[in-house]
């Protein structure tokens, strides 16, 4: 089982529309999860965090279910701007007390038409 | 503000010839620092990472090598590039455990 498996997608929704992505992980020892945004040849860049509690940033939504070892991103009412790849990503603890990995899904791409 | 710097944004090298890519880090000290692979159409895959000046941890074995100079700085090096080792190479720092990565504007790099 890979550590962070994404919908293949690609996504191709009209504007306006409601679009949900769906992310797990394998590793039950993990502690802090994201959601990044990367434009076609661009470096990925911070979406949002994802607390168990749930978050929400204008139009984003982020769920995350610890008992499943599920992430969910939610966005609505779409805009052109928002077609990217979307990656989930996962923070592994080292063996190191102070040193971090994040473990990326392969990104689902989304194309927001008109 | 913290900021990274990562050169050059693209480069195309011939089988067999060196690689050097550099990656420095501002406003902040002793961070964690990350060189990442991305292959066309593939996820983004961990190669090295540094918590200190001088320790390196390699996470795939390949015929690169990374070196931490300097507490900001952090090099990925290559005696003899492959064909395999094309693609897309980002630099990222984060403050340690349970945050979030940032990321240099990446090197494209063609091994022709």
């Known amino acids: 089982r890979k550590e962070v498996e994404q919908d293949p997608g690609p996504f191709n929704v009209p504007e306006g529309a409601t679009v949900a992505f769906n992310c797990t992980y394998s590793?039950?020892?993990?502690?802090?999860f994201f959601w990044y945004r990367q434009d076609c040849r661009k470096e990925p860049k911070l979406l949002m965090s994802?607390?168990?509690s749930g978050n929400e940033d204008g139009r984003f939504t982020a769920q995350l279910n610890r008992a499943s070892q599920y992430i969910s991103l939610l966005i609505r009412d779409s805009k052109l701007s928002d077609s990217a790849t979307y990656l989930c990503v996962v923070n592994l603890p080292g063996s190191r007390g102070s040193q971090g990995n994040l473990i990326f899904g392969k990104g689902t791409k989304l194309s927001v038409k008109p | 503000s913290q900021t990274i710097h990562q050169w050059p944004a693209t480069l195309v090298q011939p089988v067999g010839s060196p690689l050097s890519l550099e990656c420095t880090v501002e406003?902040?000290?002793?961070?964690?620092l990350y060189w990442y692979r991305q292959a066309a159409g593939r996820g983004l895959q961990l190669l090295f990472y540094?918590?200190?000046?001088?320790?390196i941890s390699s996470e795939v074995p390949q015929n690169l090598s990374a070196s931490r100079p300097q507490d900001r700085q952090f090099i990925l090096s290559s005696k003899k590039l492959l064909l395999s080792d094309s693609g897309f190479y980002l630099c990222?720092?984060?403050?340690?455990?349970?945050?979030?990565?940032?990321f240099g504007q990446g090197t494209r790099l063609t091994v022709v």
């Open positions: 990222a720092w984060m403050w340690g455990l349970n945050t979030e990565a940032f």
């Open positions: 590793n039950s020892a993990s502690q802090s």
């Open positions: 406003g902040t000290s002793n961070p964690n």
């Open positions: 540094s918590v200190g000046i001088g320790q």
């Open positions: 994802v607390y168990s």
